[in-house]
């Protein structure tokens, strides 16, 4: 009897194998900051996170998904840190085609071929958890074919624990941030990202959520060809956004660009929805400047509240309301804020929403260069570290990540549009009771519902 392929579950011998594998180097780093924190030493930040990187350099799979996440979260990690991880690529090595053919048997059974037109040997792209092979489906159409690595369950739960010993070693070494809430989200999305069902239901509701925006494609899933760890969907074609901004008039990035906004903020501002990992691999352009919007894994629903804080605090901003900044702050699950600690947040956000507060066109890095940026979070942290410390609430992680990530996309475009009217024009009419309804008649049809 042949042996049959393995199933991606959390097994102790998966465990063990990734903690060998992640163990010294997170170890390594660990006792680094540990040690000089005992002998009272200050330590050399630059060289620690160098030496991090290199050590993370050599493994692939999720650890290198959180890194990602972790370089654009404001202090979740010291500057030094996050601009050596921000380096990082997610990028695993391939399956050879014998690897493949075990994993889609495992999938969709013997004679798994013949359900395909087409099916292409090479991957036609790695990424953290899993490749896509291009495929042609019985009835013509093109086809990505997200397949996931074997044994993923038990590499992100050992890159999680070790993700813990990171976060626990840097929490004793500088309380400014408790990162609590941010290992918990991440474990939370980096979990869903594991099941593919789940994906495909994400899949489904962005469809719906952006059926009447023209500027932006959602791929279909074929749900016959599907499994929790196998997605088949159709294939939309389309250039790196690198690629276009290297070469498109003003007009078509500006174009671009706004295409972006709605892609990732239409469903926020009317559904409550955030689609949280900007990458650059997660899109790509037609030549109508369309954007193709990929990977729903790390989609993230909020409570309505939520969305009206993030509306209140750009009004609080705008017009001085002390009051109504509070409440927002709040409504984000922010608890126990002094007047000082108010101060200081209200200083990161004023960078964050500083593009919209002018009528006018104009580059997102006039005010959010990078900068800029370390300078305003350099002072942000300095403060929260004399007052104590804060934690942050779970629900900023993938909002945070994706305001940042998005910045960074219009300043690769170099995108002059009028950020404050793009901002006006989604909000407009913003109801959080009509909002709720909209988002919970979206998750039942998706089968989302909470």
């Not at 202090?75 to 493949?100: C, D, I, K, R, T």
């Not at 993938?398 to 305001?403: I, K, P, T």
Request: charged share 25%.
């Amino acid at each position: 009897m042949p042996k049959k392929p393995s199933t991606s579950k959390d097994t102790l011998a998966g465990r063990v194998k990734r903690y060998a594998q992640v163990g010294g180097a997170i170890g390594g780093f660990a006792a680094r900051i540990a040690g000089e924190r005992v002998l009272g030493r200050k330590g050399d930040r630059a060289r620690n996170a160098q030496g991090l990187k290199m050590a993370l350099g050599g493994l692939k799979g999720p650890l290198m998904k959180v890194a990602q996440i972790l370089s654009t979260i404001p202090e979740a990690l010291p500057p030094e840190y996050a601009q050596e991880l921000s380096q990082l690529q997610a990028n695993a090595p391939h399956m050879g085609w014998p690897f493949v053919n075990r994993r889609m048997t495992a999938e969709l059974g013997e004679g798994w071929k013949e359900k395909f037109k087409t099916f292409s040997r090479e991957a036609v792209r790695a990424a953290s958890l899993g490749q896509v092979h291009k495929a042609i489906a019985h009835d013509g159409r093109d086809l990505a074919c997200k397949l996931q690595y074997p044994d993923m369950d038990s590499v992100v739960e050992a890159d999680l624990r070790q993700l813990k010993l990171v976060f626990a070693a840097y929490r004793r070494f500088d309380p400014a941030i408790d990162p609590t809430n941010i290992h918990a989200e991440i474990t939370a999305r980096l979990k869903e990202e594991l099941d593919y069902h789940n994906e495909a239901r994400n899949l489904a509701l962005f469809r719906h959520m952006l059926v009447k925006e023209k500027g932006v494609r959602v791929p279909e899933v074929l749900a016959a060809l599907s499994t929790k760890r196998l997605l088949s969907m159709t294939w939309l074609e389309g250039e790196a956004i690198k690629d276009v901004a290297a070469k498109a008039s003003q007009k078509t990035r500006d174009q671009i660009a706004i295409n972006m906004f709605h892609a990732w903020y239409v469903p926020f501002y009317k559904y409550g929805v955030i689609h949280g990992d900007p990458h650059l691999g997660n899109y790509t352009v037609r030549a109508d400047t369309t954007i193709n919007l990929m990977d729903f894994g790390a989609i993230r629903v909020f409570d309505p509240a939520f969305v009206k804080g993030v509306i209140d605090l750009f009004r609080a901003l705008q017009t001085g309301d002390r009051a109504l900044a509070v409440s927002a702050y709040e409504a984000w699950g922010f608890t126990g804020l002094s007047n000082e600690m108010i101060d200081t947040l209200n200083i990161w956000a004023a960078f964050l929403y500083a593009p919209l507060m002018e009528d006018r066109p104009r580059l997102i890095e006039e005010t959010n260069a990078a900068v800029e940026g370390r300078k305003t979070v350099g002072k942000v942290h300095a403060e929260l570290r004399r007052l104590g410390g804060v934690k942050p609430p779970r629900e900023f992680v993938l909002m945070d990540r994706a305001a940042i990530g998005l910045g960074s996309v219009f300043m690769h475009l170099r995108a002059e549009v009028n950020w404050h009217r793009l901002f006006h024009d989604t909000i407009a009419g913003f109801d959080v009771n009509l909002m709720a309804k909209a988002q919970s008649a979206a998750l039942t049809q998706v089968g989302l519902a909470q």
